[in-house]
């Protein structure tokens, strides 16, 4: 990871995201068309925030860390652009699912 993207730091309970990109080819190279190809609904967690608040002022840790594979809601999160590259922020409540590495 390159500058901008090292000193980003999400806040409080936020969950920065890089979706997965979706397959535009087959495995033979066949070109699918755009239409066609159905959205990605999994990402890469690339930063995660210190936790959320409770009214007594704990933290609760966040319960995934950088380098998880979660399932994201179809709409929803912050479009955030880094180094070129397009990252999204979800609050960690919003994600759907944590994949487990098998």
Same mark, same amino acid.
């Given at each position: 990871m390159a500058g $901008? +993207?090292?000193?980003? *730091?999400p806040l409080?309970?936020?969950? +920065?995201?890089q979706k997965a990109e979706a397959l535009t080819r087959t $495995?033979? @190279? #066949?070109? #699918? &068309?755009?239409?066609?190809? &159905?959205? *990605?609904l999994t990402g890469k967690v *690339? $930063? *995660? @925030? !210190? @936790?959320?608040?409770t009214d007594a002022g704990t933290t609760i840790p &966040?319960?995934? /860390?950088?380098g998880d594979e979660v399932m994201l809601p179809e709409f929803g999160g912050t479009k955030? /652009? +880094?180094?070129e590259k397009d990252y999204? +922020?979800?609050? !960690?409540?919003?994600l759907l699912a944590k994949?487990?590495?098998e």
């Amino acid at each position: 990871m390159a500058g $901008a +993207l090292k000193k980003f *730091v999400p806040l409080f309970d936020r969950v +920065l995201v890089q979706k997965a990109e979706a397959l535009t080819r087959t $495995a033979k @190279g #066949i070109l #699918i &068309p755009e239409k066609s190809v &159905p959205k *990605v609904l999994t990402g890469k967690v *690339v $930063a *995660v @925030g !210190e @936790g959320a608040r409770t009214d007594a002022g704990t933290t609760i840790p &966040p319960c995934v /860390t950088v380098g998880d594979e979660v399932m994201l809601p179809e709409f929803g999160g912050t479009k955030v /652009t +880094l180094e070129e590259k397009d990252y999204y +922020l979800f609050r !960690e409540s919003e994600l759907l699912a944590k994949m487990k590495n098998e």
